[in-house]
Structure formats: structure tokens, C-alpha cells
């Protein structure tokens, strides 16, 4: 990691300094950032993802814009830092394809594509945060290293709800689907699935929970994990 933080800092700065390196900023400011970001994930290939912070209306907004690209052919994998993450945040990304989405210990943001190039966190341009596109040899080895190093520690998200061993994986999900606030629709086009078989797992899982409503069962299920219930100024944020 401290290679990497050494590598992009020294692109950085060049960008700043409009030095000629093998970087251009990619997007400008939160808006740009993601509006770019979006119309750029189309072309790519491989994305290998790392986030080192997320909350809950970050992650709303982001993973259904994960889950087209992903619908139509980008192999992705992404890797969040647990200790960034707040409780209610984990469980949605609990409910994600385990495949795609692993926690870790991934203090450092950076996204590699295709293998050829890496976005990383540039300089602060009249106020704006940024993210620059850097194909530097030096800082892309740098940041294969980093991406190794995190591998290592990854597991998937889903071991979030193993205390809920007695539900089967898929009503582990459609749990913590629900506990976020997904629709039945929201959740059978999650999980590729029909309403009914999702209405049908509910009433399983109220069954098992011996909870006479959702909102029962949703505070069993949060007991269980050890998550506080939510709090009125949480849905405000």
C-alpha cells in the first residue's frame, strides 16, 4: 500500500503540475466523477474494485449502476474495507451476489481496468476532488501489488449473515434484501427469481423466526447479527 500511496502521489502531483505523465483526470467533483464514471463502465472489460469507505445512500445509489454493467458482461470484483463500512451498509452489501462482492482490509480506494490502467484519487483542483486515469508502469505494478496484497485478505460478504445458519442462502439474502428496504420486485430481479418464489421465502423465513410481520422479523434477524436497529435520524441522512 505504501508503494502505491508513493506512486500516486507523484502522478498526482504531475497532473497538478500539467508535467507530462502517463495520467489525465478522469472526472471532476462528485457529479462528474460518477456521471463519468457511468458512461466509461459501458466499454470496460474487467473491473478489480476496491473501496475503502461506503454509506448507505452511496450504496443505493451504486450497486443497481454495478449490477446493469455487471448483466451485460464486465467481470468484476469488489473488495470493501470492512472497518469503513457502518453496520446497516454491510448488511446491504450482504445481500450482493457473493461472488462479486467480498469485504476486506482495503484502506487504500483505486479501481483497476482492463489491466491496463488504474483510477485513483488525484489532486484537488479549485476545491474539486478528482479521480485520474494513470497508465504509469511504475504506479500501475504498484497497484497490481496493493490489489494482491488485499486479495489476501478478502471473504465474501455474505459471511456477514452466518449466524443465520438455519436459513438457506437464498433467504439469507432476501433477508438482508429486506432489511434494506427492497421491494419483493426489487428483490426476485436480484436474485433472478420469481415474486411469488420471494414471497413464498418470506413467509418461510417469518416461520422460522416465529415473527408475525417483517418488521418482527427484521429485528430478530438484527439481533441475531449483532446490528442495531435503525434509527429514525439513519433513513434521514
Given amino acids: 500500500m505504501t508503494r502505491l500511496q508513493i506512486e500516486r502521489t507523484r502522478v498526482a502531483n504531475g497532473v497538478e503540475c500539467q508535467q507530462r505523465v502517463a495520467a489525465r483526470v478522469f472526472g471532476r467533483g462528485t457529479r462528474g466523477i460518477n456521471e463519468n464514471m457511468a458512461r466509461a463502465a459501458g466499454s470496460w472489460r474487467t473491473l478489480e474494485s476496491i ?4 454509506t448507505v445512500r452511496q450504496l443505493t445509489t451504486s450497486l443497481p449502476n454495478n449490477a446493469y454493467f455487471v448483466e451485460h458482461g464486465l467481470r468484476m470484483t469488489s473488495v470493501w474495507n470492512y472497518s469503513g463500512l457502518d ?5 446491504i452489501l450482504a445481500g450482493e451476489d457473493p461472488t462479486v462482492y467480498f469485504f476486506g482490509f482495503a484502506p487504500l480506494q483505486m479501481k483497476i481496468v482492463d489491466g491496463d490502467r488504474v483510477l485513483l484519487d488525484g489532486p484537488v483542483i479549485r476545491g474539486d476532488a478528482t479521480v485520474i486515469e ?3 508502469d511504475a504506479c500501475l505494478a504498484a497497484a497490481r501489488g496493493y490489489w494482491d496484497a488485499v486479495v489476501t485478505t478478502m471473504y465474501p460478504c455474505d459471511a456477514e449473515t ?3 445458519a438455519d436459513l438457506s442462502l437464498r433467504q439469507r439474502r432476501i433477508v438482508t434484501l429486506m432489511l434494506t428496504s427492497s421491494s419483493d420486485d426489487e428483490i426476485a430481479r436480484k436474485l433472478g427469481v420469481s415474486v411469488r418464489t420471494v414471497r413464498a421465502d418470506i413467509a418461510a423465513v417469518l416461520d422460522l423466526l416465529d415473527a408475525p410481520t417483517r418488521f418482527v422479523a427484521g429485528l430478530r434477524v438484527r439481533e441475531r447479527l449483532g446490528v442495531p436497529a ?4 439513519d433513513h434521514a441522512r
Fill in 87 to 91: 453496520p446497516d451498509a454491510r448488511l
Fill in 230 to 233: 435503525p434509527q429514525p435520524s
Fill in 162 to 164: 452466518a449466524a443465520l
Fill in 134 to 136: 494513470v497508465r504509469d
Fill in 51 to 54: 473501496r475503502h469507505s461506503g
